[in-house]
């Protein structure tokens, strides 16, 4: 049986931590940055673990774990 690929688009969005957590990006930080306050861009450069365990159920069996 041949193995399982991982879902190229969640590979690219998301990351497991050791821990079992979901991390992923915050948003308000892909463009128009010149007009956002720099404490706000700050905040949003850290990941953030994804609440719903629905969706994180989801990811994790995009990601093959």
Do not use: C, W, Y
């Not at 879902?7 to 990351?15: I, M, Q, V």
């Not at 308000?28 to 953030?48: G, I, S, T, Y």
């Not at 673990?49 to 995009?62: F, G, Q, S, V």
């Amino acid at each position: 049986m041949p193995k399982q690929k991982s879902h190229s688009g969640a590979k690219d969005r998301f990351r497991v931590t050791k821990t079992g957590k979901v991390m992923h990006r915050r948003q308000n930080r892909n463009h128009l940055a010149e007009h956002k306050p720099q404490r706000r861009k700050l905040r949003l450069r850290k990941d953030q673990p994804l609440h719903n365990t629905a969706e994180a159920k989801t990811i994790k069996r995009m990601l093959g774990q």
